[in-house]
T-cell receptor, first 115, second 113 residues
Framework: DAKTTQPPSMDCAEGRAANLPCNHS???????VYWYRQIHSQGPQYIIH???NNETNEMASLIITEDRKSSTLILPHATLRDTAVYYC????????????????FGKGTLLTVNP | SAVISQKPSRDICQRGTSLTIQCQVD?????MFWYRQQPGQSLTLIAT?????????ESGFVIDKFPISRPNLTFSTLTVSNMSPEDSSIYLC??????????FGPGTRLTVT
């Protein structure tokens, strides 16, 4: 399984961009990078995922380096409600088709957005 | 996205007893998962529950301790059997359909005294 490394905690000022790094140097060519977050006392929430190209949706942007060994999740305008633990996950494929993969969670990064 | 509900949302149980947690999804899904989150820790996958077949358990988890049912494509139960204080955790149901996203329920907070 490709493992991920994230800083244990980060701070960000409200209204500024939050850039959360993730290292996944052992990622395989057919493994995706997923990002989830868990706000206190809630279940994890899907944010975004990508394979090679940068991705953007209504919540965030995902920047993946060309060698795919690291990625950055960007919250463009952080709010107090974005305070949460953010998990970077490399998808583990159970079969060659990748349809039965399991998500394995690491420790994540606690992002604290300050007023 | 799928809307997932869990019952109960929380419970306090005595050691040696069992608790069954229910997970209901508002749409049919292919795969359902049960996770455990111990206090201050990350999520750990307990098992994958598939309709029409037995659940697949991860290393360290056994069917006798965590029996799982999956009677249809929208419902599953997880039983925590013969509980001890070490079983105090948040138990989360998660689902995945045809889309690549995986969704999580709100969790069941279990305290064993």
């Amino acid at each position: 399984d490709a493992k991920t490394t994230q800083p244990p905690s980060m701070d960000c000022a409200e209204g500024r961009a939050a850039n959360l790094p993730c290292n996944h140097s052992t990622i395989s060519g057919n493994e995706y990078v997923y990002w989830y977050r868990q706000i206190h006392s809630q279940g994890p929430q899907y944010i975004i995922h990508g394979l090679k190209n940068n991705e953007t949706n209504e919540m965030a942007s995902l920047i993946i380096t060309e060698d795919r060994k690291s990625s950055t999740l960007i919250l463009p305008h952080a709010t107090l409600r974005d305070t949460a633990v953010y998990y970077c996950i490399v998808r583990v494929a159970e079969d060659s088709g990748g349809s039965n993969y399991k998500l394995t969670f690491g420790k994540g990064t606690l992002l604290t957005v300050n007023p | 996205s799928a809307v997932i509900s869990q019952k109960p949302s929380r419970d306090i149980c005595q050691r040696g007893t069992s608790l069954t947690i229910q997970c209901q999804v508002d749409s049919q899904v292919t795969m359902m998962f049960w996770y455990r989150q111990q206090p201050g820790q990350s999520l750990t996958l307990i098992a994958t529950a598939n309709q029409g077949s037995e659940a697949t358990y991860e290393s360290g988890f056994v069917i006798d301790k965590f029996p799982i049912s999956r009677p249809n494509l929208t419902f599953s139960t997880l039983t925590v059997s013969n509980m001890s204080p070490e079983d105090s955790s948040i138990y989360l149901c998660s689902v995945r359909g045809l889309a690549v996203e995986q969704y999580f329920g709100p969790g069941t907070r279990l305290t064993v005294t």
